[in-house]
């Protein structure tokens, strides 16, 4: 493995101890994750729901999730229940990532961040062709006026922000925190 697949990619302050994940690591498990999802019967472009708090785990199940094809609707962990029914029937969603001991979800299967790391297979290999043109995310207004709305997102859009952050200082000495 090369220097930086080994650098930490993600870090993570858990009581008194650091949960650092390698890029290498984030990787093979989120190749892990599609591998899983694709088994489970889940395919490309099915919309997931996400309503979990941030951790390393939920970033390797959002990129094992992005590597299958699928639709992530990412809500706020405090949307009442109103609004994630809402935004369920908008996108015919099939299942939420959320943790397991969260509130009832209704009819959505949970699909647990901790829980899909764990389970991931150490060898995945996904081969599924992503398009930049492919839709990535389906981001809702509050609705705050009305019904919620979403904002398609592609797996183009997605990049070309990430492109965008390479203008920003970068080094050793740098770390790049991001608030989405």
């Given at each position: 493995?090369?220097?930086?697949?080994?650098?930490?990619?993600?870090?993570?302050?858990?009581?008194?101890?650091?949960?650092?994940?390698?890029?290498?690591?984030?990787?093979?498990?989120?190749?892990?994750?599609?591998?899983?999802?694709?088994?489970?019967?889940?395919?490309?472009?099915?919309?997931?729901?996400?309503?979990?708090?941030?951790?390393?785990?939920?970033?390797?199940?959002?990129?094992?999730?992005?590597?299958?094809?699928?639709?992530?609707?990412?809500?706020?962990?405090?949307?009442?229940?109103?609004?994630?029914?809402?935004?369920?029937?908008?996108?015919?969603?099939?299942?939420?990532?959320?943790?397991?001991?969260?509130?009832?979800?209704?009819?959505?299967?949970?699909?647990?961040?901790?829980?899909?790391?764990?389970?991931?297979?150490?060898?995945?290999?996904v081969t599924i062709a992503i398009s930049p043109d492919d839709l990535a995310e389906i981001v809702f207004?509050?609705?705050?006026?009305?019904?919620?709305?979403?904002?398609?997102?592609?797996?183009?859009?997605?990049t070309s922000n990430v492109r965008s952050a390479a203008v920003l200082p970068h080094g050793p000495g740098?770390?790049?925190?991001?608030?989405?």
């Amino acid at each position: 493995a090369s220097i930086s697949a080994q650098r930490p990619a993600l870090l993570m302050r858990r009581g008194l101890r650091d949960d650092v994940w390698s890029y290498a690591r984030l990787a093979a498990t989120s190749h892990g994750i599609a591998q899983s999802l694709l088994d489970k019967g889940f395919a490309s472009g099915e919309r997931i729901l996400m309503q979990a708090p941030s951790s390393p785990s939920l970033v390797a199940c959002m990129f094992g999730f992005f590597r299958a094809g699928l639709v992530l609707v990412p809500l706020d962990p405090q949307a009442s229940m109103s609004f994630v029914r809402s935004v369920q029937e908008q996108t015919q969603a099939r299942a939420m990532l959320a943790p397991s001991h969260a509130r009832a979800r209704g009819s959505l299967l949970v699909l647990d961040p901790d829980v899909l790391v764990a389970e991931a297979p150490r060898n995945g290999a996904v081969t599924i062709a992503i398009s930049p043109d492919d839709l990535a995310e389906i981001v809702f207004t509050s609705g705050t006026t009305g019904q919620p709305k979403g904002v398609m997102l592609t797996h183009g859009n997605i990049t070309s922000n990430v492109r965008s952050a390479a203008v920003l200082p970068h080094g050793p000495g740098h770390r790049l925190v991001s608030l989405l």
